[in-house]
């Protein structure tokens, strides 16, 4: 089974940049489309991006198009996440999750914030 580690969170002014880090253990993590979730205090989890096994293929939520873009490296085995022109409102724990035979599975969070 697959396990995922997020890393790259921080603390960032508005309007700087941060690149998060999707790894995920064995060698079949490239054959998963990736998804990237976030979620703020006292709100539900959210959809932010999502990559096909290939890299060919991204979707975004709407209200992110044009700051954030998702890649991957199958080589290393990682999914990345460029975050620009950051906002307080990005404000949130990142998620990434793959959905494998056994089900959804979660990384623990990386957590990103952002001061106005």
């Known amino acids: 089974q697959v396990q995922l580690v997020e890393s790259g969170g921080g603390l960032v002014q508005a309007g700087g940049s941060l690149r998060l880090s999707c790894a995920g253990s064995g060698r079949t993590f490239s054959n998963y489309a990736v998804g990237w979730f976030r979620q703020a205090p006292g709100k539900e989890r959210e959809f932010v991006a999502g990559?096909?096994?290939?890299?060919?293929?991204?979707k975004y939520a709407d209200s992110l198009k044009g700051r954030f873009t998702i890649s991957r490296d199958n080589a290393k085995n990682t999914v990345y996440l460029q975050m620009n022109t950051l906002k307080p409102e990005d404000t949130a724990v990142y998620y990434c999750s793959i959905a494998q035979p056994s089900g959804i599975s979660w990384g623990q969070g990386t957590q990103v914030t952002v001061s106005s």
């Open positions: 990559i096909s096994w290939s890299g060919g293929s991204t």
